[in-house]
Nanobody, 123 residues
Framework: QVQVVESGGGLVQAGGSLRLSCTASGFTFGFYNMGWFRQAPGKEREFVAYISPNGANTNYADSVKGRFTISRDNPKNLMYLQMISLKPEDTAVYYC????????????????WGQGTQVTVSS
């Protein structure tokens, strides 16, 4: 069955770095657009970044542009989010998601979701 699992979250001081990982199985990973989303306390789930099936096309929310980098390793069914210069406002549960290969910033267009990993950035 389909499984999407995030890891790498934790507690970090402002200005620090974390790398989130997402491992996927049960579908043809290389055919899917992959995205990262986050949900902060009391907020709606929001787009963070996406990457096209072959990795050639990426897109970032303005709030993370220049600080976060999305990447993927299709032979290993892995996707990453490298986060640097973290800010307290980055605190959220981060979710990995897969869609059919149509790029989108909308959560509703993603088919498979992980359970999330908590990122907490202290001031």
């Amino acid at each position: 069955q389909v499984q999407v699992v995030e890891s790498g979250g934790g507690l970090v001081q402002a200005g620090g770095s974390l790398r989130l990982s997402c491992t996927a199985s049960g579908f043809t990973f290389g055919f899917y657009n992959m995205g990262w989303f986050r949900q902060a306390p009391g907020k709606e789930r929001e787009f963070v970044a996406y990457i096209s099936p072959n990795g050639a096309n990426t897109n970032y929310a303005d709030s993370v542009k220049g600080r976060f980098t999305i990447s993927r390793d299709n032979p290993k069914n892995l996707m990453y989010l490298q986060m640097i210069s973290l800010k307290p406002e980055d605190t959220a549960v981060y979710y990995c998601a897969a869609s059919s290969p149509t790029l989108s910033q909308r959560p509703s267009e993603y088919r498979y979701w992980g359970q999330g990993t908590q990122v907490t950035v202290s001031s």
